[in-house]
């Protein structure tokens, strides 16, 4: 679900075809624009799967996930109809990696288990593969196995970098440094935190992984009190950079997914008080 390169077009000269107006809105990082010039294309002409795909991140970026959500079930199925497999395998991971963190375990499922075949079907070495590990690593988070946990993301991390995929790698290193804070190992995980967090800073992730990647730290940092961390973050990112949280699409969205993802429960330990009040981290 990556946005098409930014381009812009000179004044006056706004294309007068609703599927032109989504893809520059998108582009320009308007998402609410966006999704509106999507609706008004589906209207009048057949969307490609890609197309699809762009509109749903539109949608879930403004929170509206109802009409995401449809996006993506019609992205995936477009896709399959034009016979791109793995297009459709990462369409079906991103239902369930949605649905999941929204607690729809039985939906999320689903949809995992058919991208899984799909991949498995293809049997081809992709990114994907790299993908469909998280939702394992985040099941073995929640169950405290913080150890399996960090193998599998540190699996999924070395597939994306194989594949140059840098919104695999830094979702990887967010997981893994959750796990090393489920087993107390507090400075191991806030240094991924750190890595991940270059990346997001340096507007090489796409929209949603940056906000997710985001959230994610600055809740991890919140748990073992590294607030001096936390605040340097997001004072990186602060609201009117290109790649802060805020241009990333709605705050409360992607902070609700990522706080489902790495619940108080599967992180562990917190750091003590005093120590951090001591130390900054």
Do not use: N
Request: glycine share 8%; charged share 30%.
């Amino acid at each position: 679900m990556k946005p098409p390169s930014k381009r812009v077009r000179p004044p006056g000269t706004e294309s007068p075809r609703p599927l032109e107006r989504a893809r520059d809105a998108c582009a320009q990082h308007a998402w609410a624009r966006a999704v509106d010039a999507f609706a008004e294309a589906d209207r009048g002409e057949p969307l490609s799967g890609a197309d699809l795909d762009l509109w749903a991140t539109c949608a879930l970026l403004v929170g509206r996930d109802e009409e995401g959500l449809h996006a993506l079930e019609r992205a995936h199925h477009a896709h399959l109809e034009a016979g791109a497999t793995l297009p459709a395998a990462r369409s079906a991971f991103w239902m369930a990696f949605r649905l999941i963190s929204a607690g729809e375990r039985g939906r999320g499922g689903g949809w995992l288990s058919r991208a899984r075949r799909l991949v498995d079907e293809c049997g081809e070495d992709c990114v994907e593969r790299g993908y469909l590990l998280l939702p394992e690593a985040r099941q073995r988070l929640a169950a405290g196995d913080g150890e399996a946990a960090r193998a599998l993301a540190a699996d999924a991390e070395r597939i994306g970098e194989r594949f140059h995929d840098p919104d695999l790698v830094a979702i990887a290193r967010s997981m893994r440094g959750h796990a090393f804070l489920r087993d107390a190992r507090f400075e191991e995980g806030l240094r991924l935190f750190d890595e991940a967090m270059i990346s997001a800073a340096a507007g090489e992730l796409t929209p949603v992984t940056t906000g997710f990647t985001y959230c994610s730290v600055i809740f991890g940092c919140q748990l073992v009190y590294a607030l001096d961390r936390a605040r340097e973050w997001t004072d990186a990112l602060k609201p009117g950079a290109t790649h802060s949280p805020a241009a990333s699409g709605s705050p409360a969205t992607v902070s609700s997914t990522a706080r489902r993802s790495f619940s108080s429960r599967a992180s562990g330990p917190r750091r003590p008080r005093k120590r951090a009040a001591r130390r900054s981290v």
